[in-house]
């Protein structure tokens, strides 16, 4: 039998993780650097759309783990930690990555920008990152004590060919039939 507490950890940590992940997320897709005296558009900023992209498929990640069971559901968790480490990675290079557009650094950035710095978003998404990554790492310690989706709503592995229906349902269904094609059955 399962640990009791183990199964209340369920709600929190997936709570949390979403939590993660969609702050990532949205941090990802707005402005983390702003360029001061730059000389093609003042004021441009960049943003980190490979944050973006991984925290997305870490919310995905969080769907597939609470619609699954049994090894499915412990790779999804699995698949989760390895996302939540590749946020880490897309948040430390992301920021100096853009501070090089700005800059016109070694990615060839065309702006020129004498100065950049470090925006808001920035730090909400590294604010996101032991939210994404603490949750995937209790997921894998956990997930095989938390409850699943019950096995009502699978599809039948072995549906047996339907029975024709008896004679006179046939008839109503003929009846049915023909009237759908445009013929009067009382006539």
């Known amino acids: ?11 929190p940590v997936v709570v949390l993780g979403l939590v993660g992940a969609g702050l990532a997320a949205m941090a990802g897709n707005e402005a983390w650097a702003t360029g001061r005296r730059c000389t093609a558009a003042p004021g441009i900023a960049t943003d980190s759309p490979a944050t973006t992209a991984v925290a997305l498929a870490l919310l995905a990640a969080w769907g597939v783990l609470l619609v699954t069971r049994g090894r499915v559901r412990r790779a999804a ?42 925006t808001g978003w920035f ?33 039948p592995a072995d549906a047996a060919p339907a029975s024709p229906p008896p004679a006179e349902e046939r008839e109503n269904l003929d009846l049915w039939k023909a009237m759908d094609e445009g013929h009067d059955p009382t006539a």
């Not at 039998?1 to 709600?11: H, I, K, L, Q, V």
């Not at 996302?83 to 948040?91: F, H, K, M, Q, S």
């Open 1 to 11: 039998m399962a640990d009791p507490a183990a199964r209340r950890t369920m709600g």
């Open 77 to 118: 968790s699995l698949l989760a930690v390895a996302l939540a480490i590749g946020l880490v990675a897309t948040v430390v290079l992301g920021l100096d990555a853009a501070k090089d557009n700005l800059r016109g650094g070694q990615g060839g950035g065309l702006l020129g920008c004498e100065a950049a710095q470090s």
């Open 123 to 155: 730090w909400a998404a590294v604010v996101a990152l032991p939210l994404a990554v603490l949750p995937a790492l209790a997921a894998v310690r956990f997930v095989t004590s938390w409850p699943e989706m019950g096995r009502r709503y699978d599809a």
